[in-house]
């Protein structure tokens, strides 16, 4: 079974200051695909970032980036610029690629990010 | 982007009664969805799978003659708390896997708010 480790409960970054918020996971899978979601105050899920196992080059939106070590069963989330808007939990999900459109994904335990402004 | 709409956002129901949460995908056809429940500063715990037209997938741990899911239409699933106590008050989330592959999008709902009085 896959395991996702988010060890930080709660980080806090200066409003336009970047932050890095750590994911390990552990699978033995070749093929997979890896995401971070960001659960505001309204609880609505929102897809921040996903990565697919099979690219080298680490994923990009906007003011968000991440450090995928599939060696290293590493994925980190960089925030830049950090917003107001940005305080939220964050969870690292993992998803097989087998599986099919039944393939769940296993979250990490989430961290809360909270912005000073 | 995709929608999934849950309904109700919050219910409060009588202790020893029952009730309905549903899930819908708005604007494309959902082979799968899937329910968590969410506890207070907490992870999503999958409580089920569902697939059109085919029995649910309950977790290990999941009383699904308590948490009975149907998934009639490529469109809706349902949960139904039965026999609802105060012990099953929680945030609950559906969502919906579109497309037969894995690479495809996971989209959320809104998540219903249930208190049991």
């Known amino acids: 079974a896959q395991t996702v480790t988010q060890s930080q409960p709660e980080m806090s970054v200066q409003e336009a200051e970047t932050v890095t918020l750590s994911c390990t996971y552990d699978?033995?899978?070749?093929?997979?695909?890896l995401f971070w979601y960001k659960q505001p105050p309204s609880r609505q899920m929102i897809l921040v970032i996903r990565?697919?196992?099979?690219?080298?080059q680490n994923a990009t939106e906007n003011r968000f980036s991440v450090n995928f070590q599939k060696a290293a069963k590493s994925f980190s989330l960089k925030i830049s610029d950090s917003q107001l808007g940005d305080a939220a939990m964050y969870f690292c999900?993992?998803?097989?690629?087998?599986?099919?459109?039944?393939?769940?994904?296993?979250f990490g335990k989430g961290i809360t990010l909270s912005v000073r402004p | 982007g995709a929608v999934v709409s849950q309904h109700p956002s919050r219910v409060i129901c009588k202790s020893g009664t029952s009730v309905k949460i549903e899930c819908r995908s708005l604007?494309?056809?959902?082979?799968?969805m899937f329910w968590y429940r969410q506890f207070p500063k907490q992870s999503l715990m999958l409580m089920a799978t569902?697939?059109?037209?085919?029995?649910?997938?309950?977790e290990q741990g999941v009383e699904k003659d308590k948490f009975l899911i149907n998934h009639a239409s490529l469109t809706l699933s349902t949960l139904t708390v039965t026999s609802a106590h105060p012990e099953d008050s929680s945030f609950y989330i559906c969502?919906?896997?579109?497309?037969?592959?894995?690479?495809?999008?996971?989209?959320f709902g809104e998540g219903s708010w249930l208190t049991v009085v």
């Open positions: 969502s919906a896997a579109s497309g037969a592959t894995s690479g495809n999008t996971i989209y």
């Open positions: 699978t033995s899978e070749s093929d997979y695909y």
């Open positions: 990565q697919e196992a099979y690219k080298q």
């Open positions: 999900a993992y998803r097989s690629y087998y599986g099919g459109a039944n393939s769940k994904l296993t």
């Open positions: 604007d494309f056809q959902a082979t799968t």
């Open positions: 569902s697939n059109e037209g085919s029995k649910a997938t309950y």
